[in-house]
């Protein structure tokens, strides 16, 4: 992970961490919602996409996201010369649909719900040969995703702060908490799942990977909706003991305007998950611990109503 710090330093910026105080305690909130590209999945596409060398680059890239990763993955791509096609769900949000094309990246929709993102990518790299960069079950995209962490513990000592005894974080994947598990040994973690997208909190409690459900509800946190978390992210999750919840949209809803009203923060509903599960109760708040507000691309008409 030392190795991808220094492979991304120069293609992401160092993200502040901002104090604030939720019911009496003082925290940190970790701001990769001000990250290029608007979250913190230019880290791992980063640091996948400048690792591979003149006859991989040569070939191309495909990835398959709901908006931020394929964010990630057109600005890197874009930066280094390289053919990006991104499989996207139909009903991904405008605002993430024009990122990804405006850096230059193909973008094949699907279905969601009945056609699978997985085996679109595969056939468009076994008819292209194009090498797929999947958000998170992938070593090198969780060690990027991990560099977030870094910084944690980098800020926190400049701060005087010491190791944060917790670090909350959203969970879709588990691309993020994982990495930041593994830069956070004496951390606790703590995640955080749209309801009926919960597979993660799911999997830890039965021991094993347990798929999101047939029909999940509708979720206005479009960046978690993952149907299955990875070998990978899971068993990093699972021995380190990480609590994960579950958020409701009222609940994200709400942290999105706490964000707004204190600290002048855009934050998508993924985003704020972690956050969304600190004011809601649904996770304790400690006193000097991290929460990471991973991702602030919102449709403005959307951010407009939830924080009015």
Same mark, same amino acid.
Not at 13 to 18: A, E, I, K
Not at 34 to 53: E, H, I, P, V
Not at 108 to 121: G, V, W
Not at 161 to 166: M, R, T
């Given at each position: 992970?030392?190795?991808?710090?220094?492979?991304?330093?120069?293609?992401?910026?160092?993200?502040?961490?901002?104090?604030?105080?939720?019911?009496?305690?003082? =925290?940190? =909130?970790?701001?990769?919602?001000?990250?290029?590209?608007?979250?913190?999945?230019?880290?791992?596409?980063?640091? #996948?996409?400048?690792? =591979?060398?003149?006859?991989?680059?040569?070939?191309?890239?495909?990835?398959f996201s709901s908006g931020n990763h394929a964010q990630g993955?057109?600005?890197?791509?874009?930066?280094?010369?390289?053919? %990006?096609?991104?499989?996207?769900?139909?009903?991904?949000?405008?605002?993430?649909? +024009?990122?990804?094309?405006?850096?230059?990246? $193909?973008?094949?929709?699907?279905?969601?719900? !009945?056609?699978? #993102? +997985?085996?679109? %990518?595969?056939?468009?790299?076994?008819?292209?040969?194009?090498?797929?960069?999947?958000?998170?079950?992938?070593?090198?995209?969780?060690?990027?995703? *991990? !560099?977030?962490?870094? $910084?944690?513990? @980098?800020?926190?000592? $400049?701060?005087?702060?010491? $190791?944060?005894?917790?670090?909350?974080?959203?969970?879709?994947?588990?691309?993020?908490?994982?990495?930041?598990?593994?830069?956070?040994?004496?951390?606790?973690?703590? *995640?955080?799942?749209?309801?009926?997208?919960?597979?993660?909190?799911?999997?830890? %409690?039965?021991?094993?990977?347990?798929?999101? *459900?047939?029909?999940?509800?509708?979720?206005?946190?479009?960046?978690?909706? !993952?149907?299955?978390?990875?070998?990978?992210?899971?068993?990093?999750?699972?021995?380190?003991?990480a609590t994960i919840v579950s958020v409701s949209d009222s609940?994200?809803?709400?942290?999105?305007?706490?964000?707004?009203?204190?600290?002048? =923060?855009?934050? @998508?509903?993924?985003?704020?998950?972690?956050?969304?599960?600190?004011l809601s109760g649904k996770a304790d708040v400690e006193e +000097?611990?991290?929460?990471?507000?991973?991702?602030?691309?919102?449709?403005?008409?959307?951010?407009?109503?939830?924080?009015?």
């Amino acid at each position: 992970m030392i190795e991808a710090a220094a492979r991304i330093a120069g293609a992401v910026v160092r993200t502040p961490l901002v104090p604030a105080s939720i019911r009496g305690r003082n =925290l940190w =909130l970790k701001c990769e919602c001000l990250q290029t590209g608007g979250a913190f999945k230019l880290r791992g596409a980063s640091n #996948r996409l400048l690792a =591979l060398d003149a006859e991989e680059r040569a070939r191309g890239v495909v990835a398959f996201s709901s908006g931020n990763h394929a964010q990630g993955i057109a600005i890197a791509a874009h930066r280094l010369g390289i053919r %990006a096609t991104i499989v996207m769900p139909a009903d991904a949000p405008a605002l993430k649909v +024009e990122g990804t094309r405006a850096n230059g990246a $193909e973008i094949i929709f699907y279905d969601r719900m !009945t056609e699978s #993102r +997985e085996a679109i %990518a595969a056939e468009i790299a076994a008819s292209s040969g194009a090498i797929v960069v999947p958000s998170f079950d992938d070593p090198w995209i969780v060690a990027g995703q *991990g !560099t977030v962490g870094l $910084e944690i513990l @980098e800020q926190c000592a $400049e701060a005087g702060a010491g $190791e944060p005894s917790v670090i909350a974080t959203p969970v879709g994947g588990g691309g993020l908490a994982s990495g930041i598990a593994l830069a956070c040994p004496n951390s606790r973690i703590v *995640g955080a799942e749209p309801v009926g997208w919960d597979d993660m909190r799911a999997s830890i %409690a039965a021991g094993e990977i347990i798929p999101v *459900g047939a029909n999940p509800p509708p979720t206005l946190c479009d960046a978690l909706q !993952t149907p299955r978390v990875s070998p990978i992210t899971f068993s990093i999750l699972d021995n380190r003991d990480a609590t994960i919840v579950s958020v409701s949209d009222s609940d994200v809803g709400k942290a999105v305007r706490w964000a707004w009203n204190e600290h002048k =923060l855009v934050v @998508e509903p993924g985003g704020a998950a972690a956050l969304a599960a600190l004011l809601s109760g649904k996770a304790d708040v400690e006193e +000097e611990m991290v929460v990471v507000l991973s991702g602030g691309n919102i449709d403005p008409a959307l951010h407009a109503r939830l924080v009015a």
